[in-house]
Nanobody, 122 residues
């Protein structure tokens, strides 16, 4: 059974850093596009970053460009989201997801983790 599990969330002060992990089980993340998404109450889930399966091409939302980095460790079947210079507006539940297409559209992703809370205090 394919599963994703996020970890690494927590409370951090503005300007701080966190690294989120997305560990896969039951399937190989290397052969999938992996996306990180985030959601706050009352708002739609939005893409943060994604990384393709073929050549590890990356995509970032404008709001996180230059601050967040998505990367893979295929040996560990894990994808990371390094988040630097965090801002209060980055506060959200962060989800990782696996799909076939490299797209910012959440509808294209088939498997989702349970989410991890990131809270940035001002």
């Amino acid at each position: 059974q394919a599963q994703l599990a996020e970890s690494g969330g927590g409370l951090v002060q503005s300007g701080g850093s966190l690294r989120l992990s997305c560990a896969g089980s039951g399937f190989t993340l290397e052969y999938n596009t992996i996306g990180w998404f985030r959601q706050t109450p009352g708002k739609e889930r939005e893409v943060v970053a994604c990384i393709s399966s073929s050549d590890s091409t990356t995509y970032y939302a404008d709001s996180v460009k230059g601050r967040f980095t998505i990367s893979r460790d295929n040996a560990k079947n894990t994808v990371y989201l390094q988040m630097n210079s965090l801002k209060p507006e980055d506060t959200a539940v962060y989800y990782c997801a696996a799909g076939v297409l490299t797209t910012p559209s959440s509808a294209a992703y088939n498997y989702w983790g349970q989410g991890t809370q990131v809270t940035v205090s001002s």
